[in-house]
């Protein structure tokens, strides 16, 4: 048979929906997987319908379901995939996540609030546990420890260690007029990261990243408190 006579042919479309469902079994992407799977089952459509002297509607039917079953989640992972569709705000604010895909981002992004302060505004009081964390995304921000002031300009987190230690601010924060930023109340942000650990380990490598780059520029004034000694029970041999 020359090859012309046998790519139109019907056993032709069932060799290639086989070459398909065993190509996207034998890899562990899912987006190819899906993608294989789904053109194996149309393959499997084109040979239904050239086989017999009628059209197997049957299993022509069930192809199609199991073909169309793939496509929720194919449009799911693009959607996990790729910025499209962010809006030019966005975009520039998910320069600020550069260890999220463009899923994780948006599902941090349906909890955050988009802040621009009319009035002077304390975000955050030292001494007292936070609720909400923040990301500045203007000048304008004045930090205050003890007797020490400083300014802080976009781009920075603000309670990101009291979020990490779960204890009490290290600082206060002033919003001044005019200023923006985004903020997520704490409860909404743990409980996302219960539900999703790659959310999790994200988050985590963000704030650790942002005291990284803070601790790069500060100098110590006084030794951070050591780490917690316990006494361990000693071992106990065992009798021989
Ligand atoms: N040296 C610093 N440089 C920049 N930001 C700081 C500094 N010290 C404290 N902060 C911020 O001020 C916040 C006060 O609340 P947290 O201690 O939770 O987290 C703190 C940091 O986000």
């Known amino acids: 048979m020359d090859i012309i006579a046998y790519l139109a042919s019907p056993a032709s479309f069932v ?10 079994l ?13 053109s194996g089952s149309l393959f499997y459509i084109l040979y239904y319908y050239n086989i017999g ?19 929720p989640v194919i449009v799911r992972i693009f959607k996990e995939r790729s ?22 981002f948006r599902r941090l992004m349906r909890k955050a609030q988009f802040v621009t302060v009319d009035q002077s505004t304390e975000l955050l009081h030292q ?23 400083t300014e802080l300009g976009p781009d920075n987190l603000l309670g990101e260690i009291s979020f990490l230690l779960g ?27 219960q539900r999703s650990q790659n959310i999790e380990n994200a988050v985590t490598v963000l704030l650790s990243q942002d ?13 951070a408190r050591p780490p917690l000694i316990v006494d361990l029970p000693k071992a106990v041999t065992p009798p021989l």
């Open 127 to 149: 001494g007292i546990q936070p609720t909400h964390l923040y990301l500045t995304t203007s000048y304008g921000f004045s930090l205050i420890r003890d007797e020490l002031k």
């Open 211 to 223: 005291i990284a780059r803070k601790l790069a520029v500060s100098f110590p004034q006084k030794s």
């Open 167 to 193: 204890g009490p601010a290290t600082a206060t924060v002033i919003a001044e007029a005019g200023c923006s930023y985004v903020a997520w109340e704490v409860s909404d942000l743990r409980d996302l990261m």
């Open 83 to 104: 910025t499209f569709g962010m809006s030019d705000e966005m975009l520039t604010l998910y320069r600020s996540f550069p260890n999220f895909n463009p899923g994780q």
């Open 15 to 24: 060799h290639l929906a086989t070459l398909c469902y065993v190509l996207g």
């Open 53 to 71: 002297d009628r059209p197997l509607w049957e299993a022509i039917v069930a192809s199609s379901l199991i073909a169309l079953s793939n496509v």
């Open 26 to 38: 034998l890899t562990r992407n899912e987006l190819i997987l899906r993608t294989f799977l789904m």
